[in-house]
Nanobody
Framework: QVQLVESGGGLVHPGGSLRLSCAPSGFTLDYYPIGWFRQVPGKEREGVSCISNSDDSTYYADSVKGRFTISRDNAKNTVYLEMNSLKPEDTAVYYC?????????????????????WGQGTQVTVSS
């Protein structure tokens, strides 16, 4: 069964940092682009970042550019989202998802319909 598992969420003060992890169960990430998204109750799911192996491209939403860094460790079959200078408005449930095999983040960015398999999410709360 194809599954993605996110971890690393938690409570952090404004200005703090967290690192989220996304690891698959039942398959290898290989040439799947991986996207990070977030959602707060009552709002639509928002794209945060994407990374693809096919062309080593990355994508960031303007709201996180310069503060978040996406990376992947193919040996560990894991994708990370390093989040620095966190703000209260970053509070959300964060999800990772697989994009279309072999595609590029330059193309799919974080368009929701381009992503198929989703994890269960991990809560990030930024509060003093």
């Amino acid at each position: 069964q194809v599954q993605l598992v996110e971890s690393g969420g938690g409570l952090v003060h404004p200005g703090g940092s967290l690192r989220l992890s996304c690891a698959p169960s039942g398959f290898t990430l290989d040439y799947y682009p991986i996207g990070w998204f977030r959602q707060v109750p009552g709002k639509e799911r928002e794209g945060v970042s994407c990374i693809s192996n096919s062309d080593d491209s990355t994508y960031y939403a303007d709201s996180v550019k310069g503060r978040f860094t996406i990376s992947r460790d193919n040996a560990k079959n894991t994708v990370y989202l390093e989040m620095n200078s966190l703000k209260p408005e970053d509070t959300a449930v964060y999800y990772c998802a697989t994009g279309r095999y072999g595609s590029s983040c330059n193309l799919i960015k974080t368009l929701l319909y381009e992503y198929d398999y989703w994890g269960q999410g991990t809560q990030v709360t930024v509060s003093s």
